[in-house]
């Protein structure tokens, strides 16, 4: 005798069921998977020359600078941020989200139902990356174990050898950005869309936003129109169609992250060009390459008016 044929109402809920486990699979592939949303506008080289090279959106690209500026900040060795943005590599493609698996938020998919913060204080990525490294600093050895586990440790994940895949595009991110491989990060450039901070001030805040009032004054900042000497005597460059913000580097190291740090932030902000160490990176090049200029020991950062 065959089977009878299902109801509607048992057809209905087959296919509701259907639809819920294929819409988990897609959300645990995401979550493997994680890929950057938008197009490709920026990229990391290695600095060895042999042609190892990580492409990324502007979006990711400030949230990448957030994270490693905060881990700077702290004092943090340079494996320490390889892990946090491999972290954030996987757990949001470096993309500050409002959604995740039940009440987890932004780079890191934190919950605040777990302690982690208010959803406002974890959207902020400057917290995010901030309390990250509280609890990263909690492990012990967490510089001597693979990456994967030092992540684990902290995430406490489903899924925890997810973090490996992410280790060699991170380490090329992190050595551009702490500074330690100069030139080797450039970005097009192209105004965000509906981006509104532009000009020196929006510089300013966001330095003080990923580094923090301290970093400002024992590095002199300025601001001044181009072609007027600053407070402390330099010669801002010139630049009829934008200002300058000069921040003096202290040490070459510090002075490739801070210019790695502003094109990274060039969409959002709308800086136009970067200058350091003899070389000058420019918005809306074609080959977004850093070129020879003028030597200079201060980082200088042109931006729109």
Known sequence: MSEPSPTPRRRSRTGAAFLVLLSLAGYLVVQYVSGGAGEPDCRVVAADGRGEAYEFTPEQAVNAATITAVGVDRGL???????ALATA??????????????????????????????????????YAAGIFYAHLEKVPDYTELPLTDAAQRVQRSGYPLAYAKHEHDASLLAAALTGRAAATLTCEGRPAGGAAAKGPDAVRSA???DFGRDAMAPAGAEVAAEGARGAAGSVVAARTSGRTVTVPAGSRQRGWQLAHWAVANASALRIERVSYAGREWTAGTTDSEWRPSADSDAVRIVTAQ
């Open 89 to 126: 590599l996987q757990e949001s493609a470096l993309r500050n989200i409002e959604h995740g698996d039940r009440d987890s938020l932004g780079l890191f998919q934190q919950r605040p139902s777990q302690g982690w913060g208010t959803p406002r204080q974890i959207m902020d990525p400057a």
């Open 207 to 209: 330095l003080v936003r």
């Open 77 to 83: 060795p340079e494996r320490a941020v390889t892990i």
